[in-house]
């Protein structure tokens, strides 16, 4: 397993590089000169030229790329040009509630979505089957915001069972989950419909093989037929969507986390995109790019563990 | 001669298809739900009852009467005149975006797996870094940079969805390119372009086609939630995303700001989602002897 983790590291650093390489260029060539800005039309030019030397913007972009790859590799991500605080410290601070946000989401999808998938698949065209599917046609319909106002509107400003303001430092875990509970449920819900959907199609394919019919043959009970020889072998084409949806499931949380008010790093992002923070916008990109080669890492080697054939190869 | 021969030839792919995507009701269903939205946005400045811009300070934040169907919004806009006019631009940016992609993305991908080779290879690779940010994210950095203005949207929005078109043209091309027709047409000495664009491309098109359908739900959500940010249209062109945006300031007061530009984007998913699953169920040669 150790060999087929290092392969896979091996495999995700080009991928890692390139993704960092598009995001340095990205901020260099888009137009407008950051500088001006930053400092507004009516900056004398001395004062452009002095923040243009502190940011580096009048080297060659040979050198500003290999100061740009050289702080990354070190583990810095600059200091924002807002607040004057190091970025990594920023994102650390808000980093374990998003994390909270997706994790829990990601739960609710896979309890809630697996079987109801595979229910969904062995009464196929029954009431169960038809309830899945509206269930996870409305789950894929519902822009995250939408869902996000529309269960806001109902369940904490009518019903008021959850706060309307997710506050930023709860100390009291049970408040804090109670603050969670309509942000991971409105997540939830979207990733519930994918893994509902896919379950479901994988298991009805899986279910007409023959070797099913063969362990039916020699009479292992319905449900020890699905549960231990179906699902094993359905479940890869789910570990592959929720890995892809991953990042589906980061982009809804920026809009969940506005919606809720929650600091996370998507409350991050929207800050330095209204404010125009050029550094803190590069390194939260250099973030999602980490996360997101993090979370392939992680789905090769969930299909390492769901398939042993996958770790031979 | 030529009538009979007409009336005897088999059913070809695209009545088979039809007939496949007709007998199924859901699909019916979302096609009729997508025609609507669609007539209702193009037809706005016919049906509208107000003047999407007029504002009215008398008739602040009124509530749905007989009046103002829907309501107000907090400058006495009425809120049903907003939204068909908003579900044009909102139609209109994400079908650019996903015929930019389209475009675009099968190019890529049907060169991609002609040539083949190392070239394939690299240019796939490049496809994969694209497909890993999330589509969000990346629109959010692109309009952030170039700034918000209809042409800068559809970019960003067709550039997040070039590489799955890419791969989706790429896959079918490496099995044709096999095929003894277009080995012939090499034979014949046809130029590679020819190859691509008249035998290829054909054969490709109407998986990019079905891929297009589904896209465009993802496409108009992208585009609601860039103007829910504050990254969409400016104001004061009323967007869907724009206007939930503004209800949820005033969610406390008048909840039908928001709620009712919601059920516009409900409506149009609901319908493209069931239409797309639809097609790609006829299009699908697992389900063709059902």
Redesign the interface.
């Known amino acids: 397993m150790i060999g087929f983790i290092l392969k896979r590291l091996l495999v995700a650093l080009?991928?890692l590089l390139?993704?960092l390489t598009?995001v340095f260029l990205?901020?260099r060539v888009?137009?407008g000169d950051p500088a001006l800005v930053i400092l507004g039309d009516s900056a004398t030019q001395e004062a452009l030229e002095a923040l243009r030397e502190q940011l580096g913007l009048n080297k060659p972009l040979l050198a500003q790329y290999l100061d740009f790859m050289g702080m990354v590799l070190s583990g810095h991500l600059g200091i924002s040009m807002l607040s004057g605080r190091p970025i990594l410290d920023e994102v650390w601070e808000v980093l374990p509630y998003t994390v909270e946000l997706t994790v829990a989401s990601l739960t609710i999808g896979v309890v809630v979505g697996v079987p109801l998938g595979i229910v969904s698949a062995r009464r196929r065209n029954g009431w169960a089957d038809y309830v899945a599917r509206v269930i996870s046609?409305?789950g894929?319909?519902?822009?995250?915001?939408?869902s996000a106002?529309?269960l806001?509107?109902v369940f904490a400003?009518q019903l008021r069972w959850f706060p309307v303001i997710s506050s930023a430092s709860l100390e009291d875990p049970a408040e804090r989950l109670r603050s969670l509970a309509l942000p991971a449920f409105n997540l939830g819900l979207i990733m519930l419909a994918y893994i509902t959907r896919v379950t479901r199609s994988s298991m009805l394919g899986v279910l007409s093989e023959d070797y099913i019919r063969t362990a039916r043959a020699k009479g292992v009970p319905g449900r020890m037929v699905v549960w231990r020889h179906a699902l094993r072998n359905a479940l890869i084409p789910v570990v592959t969507v929720v890995g892809l949806y991953l990042?589906?499931l980061?982009?809804?949380s920026?809009?969940t986390e506005?919606?809720f008010n929650r600091p996370g790093l998507g409350k991050l992002?929207?800050g330095a995109?209204?404010q125009r923070d050029y550094t803190m916008?590069q390194g939260l990109?250099v973030i999602?790019?980490f996360i997101?080669?993090l979370c392939?890492l992680l789905t090769d080697m969930t299909y390492g563990l769901i398939d042993p054939r996958v770790k031979r190869q | 001669m030529t009538a009979v021969h007409m009336t005897t030839r088999p059913p070809g792919a695209f009545a088979l298809f039809w007939g496949r995507a007709r007998r199924n009701k859901a699909t019916a269903i979302g096609a009729s739900l997508v025609l609507i939205m669609v007539a209702s946005a193009i037809l706005a400045p016919w049906i509208a009852p107000y003047d999407p811009l007029e504002q009215d300070i008398i008739a602040r934040l009124e509530p749905p009467s007989e009046t103002y169907w829907l309501g107000t919004d907090p400058y006495g806009r009425d809120i049903l005149s907003r939204i068909l006019w908003g579900g044009q631009v909102s139609l209109f940016v994400s079908t650019s975006a996903v015929l930019m992609a389209m475009l675009v993305g099968s190019t890529i991908g049907i060169v991609s797996g002609y040539v083949g080779g190392r070239f394939d290879r690299v240019v796939m690779?490049?496809m994969?870094?694209l497909l890993?940010?999330?589509?969000?994210?990346m629109g959010?950095?692109v309009v952030?940079?170039?700034g918000p203005s209809v042409i800068n949207l559809i970019l960003a929005i067709g550039l997040t969805a070039i590489a799955p078109f890419a791969r989706i043209a790429r896959a079918p091309t490496l099995v044709i390119k096999e095929r003894e027709f277009v080995e012939a047409g090499r034979a014949m000495g046809f130029s590679h372009g020819r190859i691509m664009g008249v035998h290829i491309l054909p054969n490709v098109a109407s998986e990019v086609m079905v891929m297009g359908s589904l896209w465009l739900?993802t496409a108009i959500?992208t585009e609601?939630?860039l103007s829910?940010?504050?990254?969409g249209v400016r104001p004061p062109t009323p967007t869907w995303?724009s206007m939930?945006r503004e209800?949820?300031e005033n969610?406390?007061d008048a909840?039908w700001l928001?709620?009712f530009p919601?059920i516009a984007?409900?409506v149009v998913?609901?319908g493209l989602?069931?239409l797309g699953d639809g097609l790609r169920d006829a299009t699908d040669p697992r389900l063709r002897h059902e």
Not at chain 1, 140 to 146: Q, T
């Open positions: 080009p991928t390139a993704v598009i990205f901020v888009a137009p046609l409305v894929l319909s519902f822009p995250a915001f939408v106002v529309l806001l509107l400003i990042g589906v980061i982009g809804n920026v809009l506005i919606v992002i929207v995109l209204n916008l990109m999602y790019a997101i080669v392939n | 690779a490049g994969d870094v890993s940010f999330p589509s969000l994210i959010l950095l952030a940079m170039l739900a959500r609601a939630s829910f940010i504050g990254l995303g939930i209800g949820f969610i406390l909840p928001s709620v919601s984007i409900l998913m609901l989602n069931l």
